[in-house]
């Protein structure tokens, strides 16, 4: 299978971006199956065309998105995705939507097609904490939910894809009890899981 995972640049004024530091240089020893990570921008106006050519390129079976969080305490599985743009900052091209819908015609909302209840369980069988949240925001992160969930609708191909959300690291934050070695360790988990399922 091939299997796409994207992450951000960093946003918000930081240097750092947590899903940029977890795929460079990931690696997934599995058989017979492929992974790709790309670092999308983190722009609203930028982040489908980047998206559309990854699709294009790789031809995934999965897609996994991942998007930091600096306020989770857990790998946070995005349920919801919402047709709405409301950016509480500026994306990285200085733009700031208020209340603009994302698709004119498109439906209110989407759901993952991830299998989040089995990953759920995966992660804590490892004792990696994780929970289920019904809202990705209305920034970046849910825009790219929204608009991946309905370019998987429309092409009727009923790939697996969804949005995770995930917390600072160590390096990030001293704060954090997450160290970058947990973070890989349950991205592998998860792909194990989508696989499998």
Do not use: W
Not at 178 to 184: E, N, S
């Amino acid at each position: 299978m091939k299997i796409l995972i994207t992450g951000f640049m960093p946003f918000g004024g930081h240097q750092t971006n947590v899903t940029k530091l977890l795929l460079d240089g990931f690696t997934y020893k599995q058989d017979n199956h492929q992974v790709y990570a790309v670092i999308l921008p983190t722009t609203f106006k930028g982040v489908k065309p980047a998206l559309e050519i990854a699709i294009a390129t790789y031809h995934p079976d999965i897609i996994i998105h991942l998007g930091e969080h600096a306020k989770t305490d857990a790998i946070t599985l995005e349920r919801v995705a919402i047709n709405i743009d409301d950016a509480r900052i500026p994306d990285n091209d200085n733009f700031q939507p208020i209340d603009e819908t994302i698709e004119e015609d498109g439906k209110l909302a989407y759901f993952s097609s991830l299998p989040l209840r089995a990953i759920e369980s995966a992660l804590k069988m490892k004792n990696i904490p994780v929970k289920l949240s019904y809202s990705a925001g209305t920034f970046v992160c849910n825009h790219l939910f929204y608009v991946s969930e309905s370019i998987n609708h429309k092409e009727k191909k009923q790939k697996q894809s969804g949005f995770i959300h995930l917390p600072l690291v160590d390096t990030q934050d001293e704060q954090s009890p997450f160290k970058l070695t947990t973070l890989k360790q349950a991205l592998t988990t998860i792909i194990d899981t989508c696989i499998n399922y």
